[in-house]
């Protein structure tokens, strides 16, 4: 285990130097970097990095901060009129096509963690890259938000009711039972008056005292034990806790929100989400791929299968008048996945659903979803952006 705690740190601080240093010609994301790492150092290649118990349980931590960071991200009015009504179809377009297609592939609940990965979003992974952007506040920005909220929402919804260890009905019910606990905490995030904590936060920011950082995790830490107590995934209770702190939070100062989620980002992306990221690069089963061509070639063609599944129903959310360019970029952004796969082929792994050799074709093409298609989405967005800025020019010189 000592290994491990030296490598992982060590790696989470090589990561975004390498994304530093390749920056000039290409932007690529930083947990590109921290899978690729984890792989190379792992029993699969270099063998210096073992999984251990105590990692596993910092990767789990990690994967509930990412999602806690998604529900916080989120735009809750996105969520409402065309924008979320398109979002949830197109999502429910792609659960129905990637189970039809697991189907055809493995009959049986492999179909149904098939399509939960085909059907999946990486919202928590998608929104640094639209914040750093500029983008988080454009008809753009809440079009995606949209997109990857049920894209995350609803799978987690999903493997809660069809994966669990309950029949269909109970599983239901327990889902049903969450969900309004989870509205109460909402309208109580909303009603309760917010003033005084709000002051409170703000006076503590600087001091010992953090209030904002331990009401999140005081929040965090009782919806993950609800979701375990009622045999949920914990996920799901980590992107509603997110969820409730921004409503929590959307009245205080600006000044004072952005304090508090640079000090959350500090915590989750300095220390516990690039632990997820390297600990699911060290598991990753890349002896089974190298052993088989064919299964190494299967893992672009469920990019490409990614980018059907998911990717075209996505642009449906696309923001009303839309070009073709700004609906491509919505279709890749959404297509790009890889939390909810991993989650959710680890679950069919532990569960002798699924072998360890498919999981690692699908966790291969969540990388390869998150290596490429941000990279392309985002330039041709910048195609799309810089057009309509030249017809307009053209506009006002006629």
Do not use: C, Y
């Not at 994304?19 to 290649?45: K, N, T």
């Not at 929104?127 to 995350?152: C, K, N, Q, W």
């Not at 606990?181 to 008056?193: F, M, Q």
């Not at 959404?334 to 002798?352: F, Q, S």
Request: a neutral charge.
């Amino acid at each position: 285990m000592a290994s491990i705690l030296f490598v992982i740190p060590a790696l989470a601080v090589l990561a975004p130097l390498i994304a530093r240093g390749l920056s000039r010609w290409v932007r690529i994301p930083i947990v590109v970097f921290e899978l690729l790492l984890g792989i190379v150092v792992g029993p699969s290649l270099l063998g210096w990095a073992e999984p251990s118990e105590f990692t596993s349980t910092l990767a789990d931590l990690g994967l509930a901060m990412l999602f806690f960071l998604a529900g916080n991200e989120i735009q809750v009015q996105a969520l409402r009129g065309r924008g979320g009504r398109r979002a949830a179809s197109g999502w429910l377009i792609s659960l129905l096509v990637g189970f039809g297609i697991g189907w055809i592939v493995a009959p049986g609940e492999t179909a149904v963690i098939i399509a939960i990965a085909l059907s999946s979003t990486a919202l928590g992974t998608i929104m640094p890259i639209l914040r750093d952007a500029g983008e988080m506040h454009t008809p753009f920005g809440a079009s995606i938000s949209a997109v990857g909220a049920i894209g995350e929402f609803g799978p987690l919804l999903a493997i809660s009711i069809f994966l669990g260890t309950r029949d269909l009905g109970l599983a239901t019910a327990v889902v049903a039972l969450f969900i309004v606990i989870a509205a109460i905490a909402i309208w109580l995030s909303i009603r309760l008056p917010q003033g005084a904590m709000h002051r409170f936060v703000s006076s503590t920011l600087h001091s010992s005292g953090q209030f904002g950082v331990r009401v999140v995790f005081m929040i965090l830490t009782a919806l993950l034990a609800l979701s375990i107590f009622l045999g949920l995934d914990m996920l799901l209770g980590a992107f509603v806790a997110g969820v409730v702190w921004r409503l929590m939070m959307r009245d205080a100062d600006e000044t004072d929100q952005q304090a508090v989620e640079s000090k959350l980002e500090g915590i989750a992306f300095g220390f516990l989400v690039p632990v997820f990221f390297v600990f699911t690069g060290v598991t990753f089963d890349l002896h089974s791929l190298l052993a088989d061509p064919v299964l190494f070639a299967f893992v672009p063609a469920v990019l490409v299968v990614l980018l059907l599944v998911r990717g075209i129903p996505s642009t449906l959310a696309a923001p009303p008048g839309a070009s073709w360019r700004d609906r491509t970029a919505v279709g890749l952004l959404g297509a790009t996945g890889l939390p909810i796969i991993v989650a959710v082929t680890a679950i069919g792994v532990e569960e002798g659903i699924l072998a360890s050799a498919a999981q690692a074709v699908l966790v291969g093409a969540g990388m390869l979803s998150v290596l490429i298609l941000p990279l392309t989405a985002m330039a041709v967005r910048n195609r799309a952006a810089a057009a309509s800025a030249l017809r307009s020019a053209v506009k006002e010189d006629a």
